[in-house]
């Protein structure tokens, strides 16, 4: 590290949630190092898309490469396993396990989970419901797949593979849920009612995804590009923390967009997450917007450039390189501001502004510190 | 371990509720103290080839009674229950759409299903057409499950809110609750709208007729010959508020929220978990700061299946030992309403703790063995309730446990 400044851990406040560790399931690949390679490269990651997804609404698709569920978790207990649940639970296995399968993270019956989702598994529920009004009774239904149906399967189904018996939840917020997980995470920690959090968010990529996303678009508007995967984090409190801290999470705000003005609440929310902070916008090292594919993300973007200095908000590349990756989005653009802060000394001790707006209205804003730690 | 700053007291002004057996606090008191079933035909969808029709719907909902901001269209049959339950909370807490405005606040609502009625819909349209092209987009922009809270935020028309639905199935009432009061806890916000909500829908009632939990009776919760669940839909929604606010207002406080606990049982996909539970209700009474025998009553998790009373009472018998409160399921009235189950469970308790008396467990004849507990069969009693719990558990092993308590101490 070239600053010569004291670390910046030593200016946090006591109880500050760091992240101490991250993983991503994305386009890019399996693993952290494919996407922060791939982040940092600025590569695109459409390809078209395979005829085993069946009929698509658009022939381009930023789906995980080679994802196969039995070769990446087993054979055991994952035939009928849906895709949410296994990118979550494979981003679980890169967070805690090294490159042997060893746990390399220690956990206690405090230890919590939060995932943040859209709708879970569209495909289990299409699925069963298909089955439901096309077999010969209408509950002669693939039982095996039930399981794999609830909205918090993916967070019971981490919790259960590696023995994490504190707080379980999941929370739906489409785009804005990886920061509504990890408010959440920051608040229950703040409780006491866990000592860390393996916290992030994740979605799918479907044909029943697809065609749901395609006629919710504007009318005129392109089939949306979409992606998936999962970026999920380890969130202590700073003077707590066991592992360096790679960033420090100094605020996290949410807001409702109730006028149908995006760009407004962008920009309120935005201001507020930085108040909270304490920080300058004018003083940002990184701005990276969710890039949604709709007007809701060109008037975030609006806002950004607004608010940010211009060499903040083209610091780290674009999301929509990743496609429309929906809930895995928020936890994707932290992961991108830290495999891009890893290999620039620079970014020692400077603040990134993470945003996300959500078709359904929500807004979020999250500030971080990064602390210089190259992992 | 963070040392979080000393803690705000946490109190309930303001219940909204849309149930089978009523509508209102006052219809719902009433439903409850007299033991009413909420057990109807279905009609929000074609059940031929079911072999049954019955699950605890509610009937006569006028959404236009409640919402008048946003679009009807703009929700589906859960969250227009969301959002009339939110109405009447904050009408019932004394709320005006000045007073929220740009106050921060919290607004969190939990469900099981969303809205999976629509995504049935969106299904019948595709099938139909033989063409995915025809789903309505109506519909198809309404289906996520984040839009149950951000659609109070905009019907109440607060911008300055943190919308967060808890996905956590049948546990995400108390989830919710239990947020809202964290929320308040740190002094971060005054105020949180927190609760819970679903829909009666195929998917649920095909799911738990495939795994034999559907009763092809009537819900008996605790008792030798219980035989499953009836599906039910609604929305409970609780005003939480910090108690100086509360005081400065001069608001009425139904309750105090004392404590909750969370626990992942990290054992089991579907079946439930007596350390899991046991864990959560301990975790419960440490929060709440309450000695074990001090609870009045237990509203249970109740559903009715075999497996989940027989192992809800053996995690209660294991925290409270062999002379454990009396425990009531409200499930036996309301049936199963998923995400809403657990708060309109807690409002049940709050209306229980403010009327002195204890809802009944309906439909009771013999008490299983392995029940070994007073479920105040069939007749609501008077009684001095000072502290409740309220219980729930979710698939995936997810526990919920609430404890609240009479406000004046």
Known sequence: ?375 | MSTAPARRRVVLTGFGVISSIGTGVEEYTAGLRAGRSGARPITRFDTEGFGQNTACEVPDFEPGRWIRNVPLDDMGRAGQYAVAAARMAVEDAGLTEADLGERPAVVTVGTTDGESHDIALLLEQELAAGDPEAMDPVLSRRVNAGRLSTVIARELRMPNVEATTVTTACAAGNYSIGYGLDAIRTGEVDLALCGGADAVCRKAFALFKRFGALTPDVVRPFDKDRQGILTGEGAGILVLESLESALARGARIHAEVLGYGLSCDAAHPTAPNRDGIARGIRLALDDAGVQREDVDFISAHGTGTKANDKTESAAIVDVYGDSPPRTVAVKSMLGHSMGAASALGAIACGIALEEGFIPPTINHRETDPDCPLDVVPNRAVEADVRIVQNNSSAFAGNNAVLILGTYGE
């Open chain 1, 1 to 375: 590290m070239s600053t010569a400044t004291a670390r910046p851990e030593a200016t946090l406040p006591p109880g500050t949630p760091v992240i101490t560790g991250w993983s991503a399931v994305s386009p890019y690949g399996v693993g952290r190092e494919h996407f922060a390679a791939g982040v940092r490269a600025g590569a695109k990651t459409a390809v078209k898309a395979d005829a085993a997804l069946g009929s698509l609404p658009s022939s381009d698709v930023c789906v995980v490469p080679g994802f196969d569920i039995q070769e990446l978790l087993g054979k055991r207990g994952t035939a009928k396993m849906d895709r949410l649940t296994a990118l979550a639970l494979v981003a679980s296995d890169g967070l805690l396990l090294d490159g042997d399968g060893n746990r390399v993270v220690e956990t206690d019956d405090l230890t919590g989970v939060v995932l943040g989702i859209t709708m879970g598994s569209l495909e289990n529920v299409t699925d069963f419901l298909r089955q439901s009004y096309t077999n010969e009774r209408p509950f002669y239904v693939d039982a095996g797949r039930i399981p794999f149906g609830s909205l918090n399967h993916a967070a019971g189904a981490t919790a259960i593979r590696h023995g994490l018996k504190g707080p379980n939840t999941t929370v739906a917020g489409g785009r804005v849920s990886g920061l509504l997980a990890l408010n959440y995470a920051r608040r229950l920690m703040h409780q006491g009612r866990a000592t860390k959090y393996l916290v992030g968010s994740a979605e799918e990529f479907s044909a029943a995804h697809a065609w749901f996303e395609h006629t919710a678009a504007a009318p005129g508007d392109p089939a949306p590009l979409l992606g998936e995967g999962c970026g999920l984090f380890l969130l202590e409190p700073a003077d707590t923390a066991e592992r360096p801290a790679l960033a420090a999470v100094l605020s996290v705000e949410t807001r409702v967009d109730i006028d149908d003005d995006p760009r407004a609440a962008v920009t309120a929310c935005a201001r507020r997450a930085l108040d909270r902070a304490g920080v300058d916008a004018a003083d940002l090292w990184a701005a990276v917007p969710c890039a949604a594919p709709t007007a809701a993300g060109h008037a975030e973007h609006e806002a950004l450039a607004a608010l940010a200095p211009a060499d903040a908000l083209s610091r780290v590349p674009s999301m929509e390189l990743l496609g429309d990756t929906s809930a895995a989005s928020a936890s994707f653009q932290i992961g991108a501001v830290l495999a891009v802060a890893e290999t620039d000394p620079g970014s020692a001790g400077r603040t990134a502004l993470v945003t996300a707006v959500d078709r359904d209205g929500a807004v979020a804003a999250a500030v971080l510190r990064l602390m210089g730690e190259q992992r």
